[in-house]
């Protein structure tokens, strides 16, 4: 009728955590339904009696609806008991599927509140970490060389390019920066606190089995230089003496897998060990 006054419905997403995946779910199921005159307010981290009975009674008294979505079983009973108690419908969300998963898999669930917001932000630090990787890889971005958590240097062939990656799949942000006796290092590099870089060396034999192996993929006649014995040696000693100036922690390479030499690096690097475990 004309003269009818408009009803507003309200619905609560009420939650233990951030309350947006709640919020997500229920905006999804009123997508469906093309009334204007549904409103829907989050509430979150509910984790008391006393919280779950204050939003219930602000439900009653606008005649909404509690949807929750609770990790807890003791809250999930509370809410349900006392929505029924003040004639408040409440719909609960995760309850279900935790109890279903739980027969399934014959395991009890964390009740952590907020997992899956800090496994999705763990999932984006780690893109964000490896994007960062991968435009620093082997002396670019040297401008903005001071945001990497782990800087890593040595000469051509020391594994500075695949433990960077594999750190970064860690969540770390690394960087590494090429050592060539003929160009000058950069000063970037030299900016960077010491405790954040991680000099890589290894044995002039070794490595150079490992240029002969590269040169002998690669075909190529200008690496003649590339495989002098003579001429690794002067690299290796140039590196070497540079990282005792700089004071910078060595770590040789020689015959380490990328895991071990990774797990080294974070050692030698507390601060980024701790914040990206």
């Given at each position: 009728?004309?003269?009818e006054?408009?009803?507003?419905r309200?619905?609560?997403?009420v939650?233990?955590?951030?309350?947006?995946?709640?919020?997500?779910?229920?905006?999804?199921?009123?997508?469906?339904?093309?009334?204007?005159?549904?409103?829907?307010?989050?509430?979150?981290?509910?984790?008391?009696?006393?919280q779950?009975?204050?939003?219930?009674?602000?439900?009653?008294?606008?005649?909404?609806?509690?949807v929750?979505?609770?990790?807890?079983?003791?809250?999930?009973?509370?809410?349900?008991?006392?929505?029924?108690?003040?004639?408040?419908?409440?719909?609960?969300?995760?309850?279900?599927?935790?109890?279903r998963?739980?027969?399934?898999?014959?395991?009890?669930?964390?009740?952590?509140?907020?997992?899956?917001?800090?496994?999705?932000?763990?999932?984006?630090r780690?893109?964000?970490?490896?994007?960062?990787?991968?435009?620093?890889?082997?002396?670019?971005?040297l401008?903005?060389?001071?945001?990497?958590?782990i800087?890593?240097?040595?000469?051509?062939?020391?594994?500075k390019?695949?433990?960077?990656?594999?750190?970064a799949?860690?969540?770390?942000?690394?960087?590494?920066?090429?050592?060539?006796?003929a160009?000058?290092?950069?000063?970037?590099?030299?900016?960077?606190?010491s405790?954040?870089?991680?000099?890589?060396?290894?044995?002039?034999?070794r490595?150079?089995?490992?240029?002969?192996?590269?040169?002998?993929?690669?075909?190529?006649?200008?690496?003649?230089d590339?495989i002098?014995?003579?001429?690794?040696?002067?690299?290796?000693?140039?590196?070497?003496?540079l990282?005792?100036?700089?004071?910078?922690?060595?770590?040789?390479?020689?015959?380490?897998?990328?895991?071990?030499?990774?797990?080294?690096?974070?050692?030698?690097?507390?601060?980024?060990?701790?914040?990206?475990?």
């Open positions: 009728m004309e003269n006054r408009k009803f507003t309200r619905v609560f997403a939650s233990d955590a951030t309350g947006q995946t709640c919020q997500t779910v229920v905006q999804a199921a009123l997508s469906q339904f093309t009334s204007g005159d549904i409103t829907l307010e989050t509430v979150a981290r509910v984790r008391s009696r006393d779950i009975e204050a939003v219930l009674q602000q439900a009653k008294a606008q005649s909404g609806v509690v929750f979505t609770m990790v807890s079983t003791e809250l999930r009973h509370m809410v349900t008991e006392m929505g029924m108690q003040l004639g408040v419908p409440t719909i609960d969300i995760l309850g279900p599927i935790l109890i998963f739980s027969e399934m898999f014959e395991i009890s669930p964390l009740a952590q509140p907020g997992l899956f917001r800090q496994l999705d932000s763990e999932y984006f780690r893109i964000e970490a490896v994007d960062y990787t991968i435009k620093h890889d082997d002396g670019a971005g401008t903005t060389l001071d945001q990497a958590d800087v890593l240097v040595g000469v051509s062939r020391t594994s390019t695949p433990v960077s990656i594999y750190l799949y860690r969540g770390c942000k690394v960087a590494n920066v090429p050592l060539v006796p160009r000058p290092v950069p000063r970037e590099l030299l900016r960077v606190p405790r954040r870089v991680v000099a890589l060396t290894i044995s002039p034999d490595l150079h089995l490992i240029r002969m192996e590269r040169k002998r993929r690669l075909n190529h006649a200008a690496l003649d590339y002098d014995p003579a001429q690794i040696r002067r690299e290796v000693g140039f590196g070497n003496r990282y005792h100036q700089q004071g910078w922690p060595v770590l040789d390479v020689t015959y380490k897998a990328i895991e071990e030499t990774a797990a080294e690096v974070l050692r030698l690097v507390p601060d980024a060990a701790a914040d990206h475990r």
